[in-house]
């Protein structure tokens, strides 16, 4: 899958668990990163950071939409702090696109792993 919300209806047709597929396409999206950031002396570095950029954002506008909908079930709080990561993220979407350097990618990788660690631990 190249694209979160193509994942997120793959699943609703599988029945997958909500917080594993979450988990999952952040996980993607942390790799797809991270080989970025290793090959960024490479020109396949260059040539996947915008994809990677990319994919990243769409997911995160996907989860930043879903909490800003009145029908979230989720608290308020976790609501807010999901839109402000949203926001976050954005902002060093931006900020590396208009200076590119690798080590602007790390907080986009470790938000990423980390969220998908405490789902993953939240659904076992």
Do not use: C
């Not at 599988?14 to 950031?37: F, M, Y």
């Not at 200076?99 to 405490?118: E, H, M, S, V």
């Amino acid at each position: 899958m190249s694209r979160p919300h193509e994942a997120y209806a793959k699943a609703a047709k599988t029945g997958n668990d909500p917080r594993e597929l979450e988990a999952s396409v952040l996980l993607k999206s942390a790799s797809r990163l991270q080989h970025v950031k290793d090959s960024w002396a490479t020109s396949a570095g260059e040539s996947d950071l915008n994809p990677a950029l990319l994919y990243n954002r769409t997911l995160w506008t996907i989860f930043a939409t879903s909490v800003t909908e009145g029908e979230s079930a989720l608290p308020k709080e976790v609501r807010q702090n999901i839109a402000n990561l949203a926001i976050f993220i954005f902002k060093r979407t931006v900020e590396v696109q208009a200076t590119p350097a690798p080590d602007l990618l790390d907080p986009l990788i470790n938000i990423n792993r980390q969220i998908a660690a405490g789902l993953l631990q939240k659904a076992s």
